[in-house]
């Protein structure tokens, strides 16, 4: 690890040991500059009892019993204090200020820079965390794992940038390290506070070039002011220029504007004219349009008296033609109802001939009965027969009673009328 100095020597924590608890204020005050104690360890008691021992305020005061820990110790003077009993520790509540500055310092384009950092660190705020950083961490390792920790932050943080943003970045650093270091020591009960980058020191002929590049920069900003106004001479007159073009563009849009003017005056002449003429024009068509309607009503008369005498005419034609037809059709009439009697008589004839026939029949049906129900049944059983040879039927009801009383005749169906039997 490089160490050096720019405006002070590195810090350094320790921890010192005070004849009792009550010196511990004056070993946390007494600085060189470089030590700063954190720790006061107090020595052990000479005799087997003390009259009493004072235990100081302001700090976190830490007792053994036969060497445990028992944890803090209230403020006041205590009386008889056995040997078993024993101020173990008193621990700095203050707010630290630690000086780390680091020389030869690499940055991203490998500029050696000088920096010093200063880190503001309080041990707290309760005796838990006074008590994890006396136990497990210590003065002596903690001084050694703060040094390590910054350094590497400082370098870590510069070397991710270039020599000319170095300045330009302290709050970043700050801010950077601040929350890595708050969280790493978080644990061990120490509250970094905060973090500054105090100084920054760059190699003498690279400040020199940089100072050399900010003046030329403020020359370049001149230069460009210069260049500006010299612009805005030239944006003046340009304007002017722009403005007497303008201003004659004006006039002519005015001369325009009056020529327009003058143009919509005379095409109204001009449109009323015209007007006037197309105004006579109609008159004229619609004093020939009412004589042409006289003339159409005159001849629609004429073709009306003409229509009427000509209907008269058919109507009377057809009157004739349907007198001739009607006298025909009146005969033909009468030569029909003729016909129609002698077929009237000729029908009645035939009906008195059928009742014969029929009379005849009667008297000759209790022979010819039994040859008409025996080719009846004969004709019911080649039904059945199709029936039955086209596949199963299922009929319910009043339908299927009735044709089942016909497949299975009862004896009842060969008898005649008159309950007479034919088999």
Excluded at 36 to 45: D, F, M, N, R, S
Excluded at 118 to 144: C, H, K, M, Q
Excluded at 169 to 174: G, K, N, Q, S, V
Excluded at 357 to 369: C, D, I, R, V
Aim: glycine share 6%.
């Amino acid at each position: 690890m490089n160490q050096g100095t720019l405006d002070g020597s590195h810090s350094r924590c320790v921890q010192l040991s005070v004849s009792s608890p009550s010196d511990a204020g004056s070993a946390f005050n007494r600085s060189n500059g470089v030590e700063i104690c954190l720790v006061a360890v107090p020595g052990g008691a000479a005799c087997c009892c003390q009259l009493y021992t004072a235990i100081p305020s302001g700090y976190f005061v830490l007792y053994q019993r036969w060497y445990k820990n028992e944890g803090k110790m209230e403020p006041g003077v205590k009386y008889c204090w056995p040997f078993w009993y024993r101020v173990s520790h008193v621990v700095n509540a203050a707010t630290i200020s630690y000086s780390a500055p680091s020389r030869q310092v690499p940055t991203a384009d490998n500029v050696m820079i000088d920096i010093n950092l200063s880190l503001t660190f309080a041990i707290g705020p309760n005796y838990e965390d006074a008590e994890a950083f006396v136990y497990t961490l210590g003065t002596t390792r903690f001084d050694e794992f703060l040094a390590a920790e910054v350094e590497e932050g400082i370098r870590g943080l510069v070397y991710s940038v270039t020599h000319d943003r170095v300045n330009d970045l302290r709050e970043e650093f700050a801010q950077g390290m601040l929350s890595g270091l708050a969280r790493k020591f978080a644990p061990f009960g120490v509250q970094v506070k905060n973090v500054k980058v105090t100084e920054v020191k760059l190699p003498y002929h690279v400040a020199q070039t940089l100072e050399q590049t900010t003046t030329f920069r403020t020359k370049i900003s001149e230069i460009a002011k210069r260049h500006e106004n010299t612009i805005r001479v030239i944006q003046d007159e340009a304007s002017q220029e722009l403005e007497a073009v303008v201003r004659h563009n004006v006039r002519r849009k005015q001369d325009l504007t009056a020529q327009c003017k003058r143009y919509e005056i005379e095409h109204k002449e001009i449109l009323d004219e015209m007007l006037g003429q197309a105004r006579v024009q109609e008159m004229e068509a619609k004093s020939k349009m009412d004589v042409l309607i006289a003339s159409g009503k005159g001849d629609l008369e004429v073709a009306k008296a003409e229509g009427e005498k000509t209907a008269e005419e058919i109507t009377r034609t057809m009157q004739v033609q349907c007198a001739e037809r009607k006298i025909k059709v009146d005969q033909t009439a009468a030569v029909m109802a003729l016909e129609s009697q002698a077929l009237l008589k000729a029908a009645e004839n035939d009906s008195k001939a059928l009742i014969a026939t029929a009379e005849a029949e009667n008297n000759s049906t209790a022979g010819l009965e039994v040859k008409r129900r025996y080719e009846l049944e004969w004709e019911r059983l080649e039904v059945m027969e199709g029936l039955a040879a086209n596949g199963r039927r299922l009929v319910t009801g009043k339908m299927g009673s009735t044709v089942l009383q016909e497949m299975v005749p009862s004896s009842t169906s060969f008898t005649g009328s008159k309950g007479k039997s034919y088999f």
